[in-house]
Each structure stands twice: as structure tokens, then as C-alpha cells.
């Protein structure tokens, strides 16, 4: 079946369309876990790609978003626009912190904070990482198709946990984004252990992106990025805290962190969770990015050239994700197969729907395109051989029916 990216783009949006209804956007099918280790049940919040559907048996990266009730909807969006060639398609996980958000969050107990007593529940972080670890990740893998390829997203005090999941059980995700962390927590505990423990740890191959937004101080204006750091004042230890660490990862590379800070001096904490999920998750999947695009769109490039770029792309993604994958989507095979048809250049036509059918076997679309290529030139038997194993795949009445009319012709 010919399909080209306009195609395939009209089709992507008439589900969604289709899906909607009633509403312009939706995001997130509502579950629940029960904690034996919390004791209470705990809502989450599931998206799956777009491309997603049961028949494949296909497994993504997971995404798993604290505050997910209030984050989820902008990871999605960001998401949406920027899967295929910023980032993989993933599947994303919100987890609700609506209750319980700073006991669960908060890495040590305090029993006071700013010369105040503090009689809120905290210094939980480890129990919630259990539930987390016990709980969450094994339901969520037994239950949705996700890979163990997976990443963690927290603002403030889930930035503060995001950090300490990392110190403590770096083993659970592969990247991680801390928004605007809360490292001025229990006077900058964990800060200080982070110091330490950071030199004993092997993160080779982990993914740190951390934010600061741009109030510095609450009070004084004049307080910038270049002078915060002579500031000694508890308006300046949130993001004195945040530099510090960010420092102190950049001058100990040996660590092996692939690690990213940005400041967004134009953002408050509240709204600084946008451009951190954006460029925080395209900053730690760069390497997904597709290369050698000049080779794949220049008629003049060989088969033997284009079929090094592809294996050089399948052993990277392998190489990060840890399994095998496909370079390329199904839909970007064929439609380079039918764009050298087009341009009759046949044989790398061919080649490229040898490849669709290499890495996605269990596509009748990938066939029923090799069909299309033997019937390019003519070759009717060989047509009529592709589009029987389409049909095979399919059952549809199109295969079918095409099957017909190639067996009419002979």
C-alpha cells in the first residue's frame, strides 16, 4: 500500500480527531496502584504513543513524571512534537503527588524551616522510591508496554527527589530531569551528600538535566547569576544551592554524568517546568537525533553508502537503549522506498523496502511496498508473492482484493 508522509501525517491526526470527540485534548487514561508500602492507593496517569497499537506487541522508553497530575499534559505536548526525530516515542507515566507531596517528596525530616516550627509530614523520599521501585515500575512493565530504558521527571521537591533517586538508586532510571530542585532542603542535606557520593559512583551512560529559574532573591532585584554566589543570605540558598551542585558536577567529570544546566532568567518557579521538560528531554536523547540526512536525501549517495548509515544508526540506538531497535520508523522506509521510485532510481527503491521488511517483518504494509516495487518493473510473480504474504499479515479485504486483480493479470 503506497503511503507517503503527507499520508501518514493525515492519518496520525484523523485518530487523534477520531479519538476526541468531545474535547480538543486529551492526555493521560486515569489507573491506580495499591501501596502496601505507602498503604493507600495511589492514582497514576498513562499516555501511549501515538503509533501504539496492541497487535504489534511493540515496547517503548518510559517516561515517569512526579506531579503528573499538574506536568503530564506539557510532557505530552512537548512529546507530541518532538518524538521521531528529537526523542523516541515513549510511553509516559503521571504519578499524582496531589496528597502527601511533601512527606513523599522530601529527602530528611525537619522539624523546623526558616526559624519556624514545621509540623508537616516529610523526610519520606525513601519510602516513596520503594513504592516506586516495588511497586510502580513492576506494575507499570506487567501492565503497559514499556521498556526498562527509563526516565525521571521532577520540579522542586520532585526535583529534589529526582536527585536523590539518582544518588540512591541510580540502577531505576537511565535519564533524569530536576526542575528548579529544592537543594536548599534541611539546610542543603542533600546537597552535601550528593558531594560525596557523586565521587563514589560510576554514572557512566545516566542523563542529568537540572534548571534554575530566574528569582534568585525574593527581595532584591540587583541579585544576579553573576553575583549570587556572594550573596549569603537564606533568599539566595535555593539557587546558591542549585549552582553549587551544578558546579561541582561540571568540575568532576570523571563522574561520568551526561549532564545539562540551563537558566531561564525569564522564568519564575511556577512556569519554568515548560522550557525545562522541553529542552531537558531533547537535550538527553541528542544522540537519538537523525544523522546523515544530507546522505539519505542526495540522489547521488550509493546503496552501499545508505546501508552503512542505517547499520551505523541500529548499533547506536542499541548501544543507548540497551536492546535492539529499529532505525528508523516503518513509515520513513517506505516512504524513501517510494521516493526513489519516483525519482527511478529502482534499486535503491528496493533496498528500502528490503530494509522495512528486515526490521519490521510483521508489517503487511512493508510487503504490500515491495509488491509495488516488483510491479514497477514488472515483475508479476514476485508482485503477486508480496502481496500474498501482505494479505497473509492482513486479512483485509484491499489485500485481497489486490491479490485478485495481480492473479487477473497473469
Known amino acids: 500500500m503506497r503511503t507517503v508522509l503527507f499520508l501518514f501525517f493525515c492519518v496520525v491526526f484523523q485518530q487523534t480527531a477520531n479519538c476526541q470527540k468531545e474535547y480538543l485534548y486529551q492526555v493521560g487514561k486515569k489507573d491506580s496502584v495499591y501501596s502496601k508500602v505507602l498503604n493507600e492507593s495511589r492514582e497514576i496517569y498513562v499516555q501511549l504513543p501515538n503509533s501504539y497499537t496492541p497487535d504489534t506487541k511493540e515496547k517503548y522508553p518510559v517516561v515517569y513524571v512526579l506531579d503528573g497530575d499538574v506536568l503530564l499534559p506539557t510532557v505530552v505536548n512537548v512529546h507530541d512534537f518532538y518524538s521521531g526525530g528529537f526523542m523516541p516515542e515513549m510511553v509516559i507515566v503521571g504519578i499524582s503527588n496531589a496528597e502527601n507531596r511533601t512527606r513523599d517528596l522530601t529527602t530528611s525530616k525537619i522539624t523546623s524551616r526558616q526559624e519556624m516550627p514545621y509540623n508537616e509530614e516529610n523526610g519520606e523520599a525513601d519510602n516513596f522510591l520503594k513504592f516506586m521501585q516495588l511497586e510502580l515500575i513492576p506494575f507499570i512493565e506487567n501492565q503497559y508496554p514499556v521498556t526498562n530504558y527509563r526516565t525521571l521527571i521532577g520540579h522542586s521537591y520532585g526535583g529534589l527527589f529526582a536527585i536523590y533517586s539518582l544518588l540512591n538508586q541510580p540502577e531505576l532510571f537511565v535519564n533524569y530531569i530536576s526542575i528548579d530542585p529544592s537543594l536548599d532542603w534541611d539546610n542543603q542535606k542533600l546537597l552535601k551528600q550528593a558531594e560525596t557520593v557523586f565521587l563514589k559512583k560510576d554514572l557512566n551512560g545516566k542523563g542529568l538535566f537540572m534548571s534554575l529559574g530566574g528569582q534568585l532573591h525574593m527581595q532584591n532585584s540587583e541579585i544576579t547569576l553573576d553575583n549570587v554566589m556572594?550573596?549569603?543570605?537564606?533568599?539566595?540558598?535555593?539557587?546558591?544551592?542549585?549552582?553549587?551542585?551544578?558546579?561541582?558536577?561540571?568540575?568532576?567529570?570523571?563522574i561520568g554524568l551526561n549532564y545539562y544546566w540551563q537558566f531561564y532568567p525569564?522564568?519564575?518557579?511556577?512556569?519554568?517546568?515548560?522550557?525545562?521538560?522541553?529542552?531537558?528531554?531533547?537535550?538527553?536523547?541528542?544522540?537519538?537525533?537523525?544523522?546523515?540526512?544530507?546522505?539519505?536525501n542526495n540522489p547521488e549517495t550509493s546503496i552501499d553508502t545508505l546501508l552503512k548509515v542505517i547499520n551505523y544508526r541500529e548499533e547506536k540506538l542499541q548501544n543507548h537503549f540497551g536492546y535492539f531497535v529499529a532505525p528508523y520508523p516503518d513509515y520513513l522506509f517506505n516512504v524513501l522506498g517510494y521516493m526513489n521510485i519516483d525519482m527511478e532510481q529502482l534499486d535503491k527503491s528496493k533496498m528500502y523496502f528490503e530494509q522495512a521488511i528486515k526490521y519490521y517483518p510483521k508489517s503487511a504494509n512493508a510487503y504490500d511496498s515491495m509488491a509495488d516495487y516488483y510491479e514497477a518493473i514488472a515483475d508479476l510473480p514476485n508482485a503477486i508473492k508480496y502481496v500474498t504474504l501482505a494479505f497473509q499479515?492482513?486479512?483485509?479485504?484491499?489485500h485481497k482484493e489486490r491479490l485478485e486483480t495481480l492473479n487477473a493479470k497473469k
Open 266 to 296: 525569564n522564568d519564575l518557579h511556577g512556569t519554568i517546568p515548560q522550557p525545562s521538560i522541553k529542552d531537558g528531554l531533547i537535550s538527553l536523547f541528542t544522540w537519538f537525533q537523525m544523522e546523515n540526512m544530507d546522505k539519505i
Open 393 to 398: 499479515i492482513s486479512g483485509s479485504n484491499y
Open 230 to 254: 556572594q550573596d549569603t543570605s537564606d533568599y539566595t540558598l535555593f539557587a546558591r544551592s542549585n549552582i553549587e551542585l551544578s558546579n561541582f558536577i561540571k568540575e568532576n567529570k570523571a
